[in-house]
């Protein structure tokens, strides 16, 4: 049994996935993944997780969806979500806080923000 907290995350970038799984668990979290979500759901029927880490453009579920698909379940309506996208616009950010975003990345981002952001995240009275 592992006491490191555990981040899905979401893209349908399998570099993506690699990049953001291999700097997560150098920062000591265990990472599971999902190519989109759809995948994510079902990944979350198997194992909880501490946070999502989510792509906001992906089919046939994006990031949207998933995020409030995510805040109707009892069991994760108040686990962290966060997106990290190459949109940096208003009004993907408004969409993506209306569905229930804890917080947005714009792509490309450094290791360290990555890992400060999930960190605050995931520890709120450290940050």
Same mark, same amino acid.
């Given at each position: 049994? +592992?006491? $490191? $907290?555990?981040?899905?995350?979401?893209?349908?970038?399998?570099?993506?996935?690699?990049?953001?799984?291999?700097?997560?668990?150098?920062?000591?979290?265990?990472?599971?993944?999902?190519?989109?979500? $759809?995948?994510?759901?079902?990944?979350?029927?198997?194992?909880?997780?501490?946070?999502?880490?989510?792509?906001? +453009?992906?089919?046939?579920? !994006?990031?949207?969806e998933?995020?409030?698909?995510?805040?109707?379940?009892? !069991?994760?309506?108040?686990?962290?979500?966060?997106?990290?996208? +190459?949109?940096?616009?208003?009004?993907?950010?408004a969409?993506?806080? $209306?569905?229930?975003?804890?917080?947005?990345?714009?792509?490309?981002?450094?290791?360290? +923000?990555?890992?400060?952001?999930?960190?605050?995240?995931?520890?709120?009275?450290?940050?």
């Amino acid at each position: 049994m +592992t006491n $490191k $907290k555990t981040i899905l995350v979401v893209d349908d970038s399998a570099v993506m996935r690699h990049l953001n799984s291999a700097v997560l668990e150098e920062g000591g979290y265990q990472v599971l993944l999902a190519g989109d979500g $759809k995948a994510a759901l079902e990944q979350l029927g198997k194992e909880p997780v501490d946070l999502v880490l989510t792509d906001w +453009t992906m089919i046939p579920m !994006d990031g949207c969806e998933l995020t409030r698909q995510l805040r109707a379940r009892p !069991d994760s309506a108040d686990l962290p979500i966060l997106v990290l996208s +190459t949109l940096s616009n208003d009004a993907s950010k408004a969409d993506a806080r $209306k569905a229930g975003a804890t917080g947005w990345l714009c792509k490309p981002i450094e290791p360290e +923000t990555l890992l400060a952001v999930v960190g605050s995240l995931m520890n709120p009275a450290r940050a």
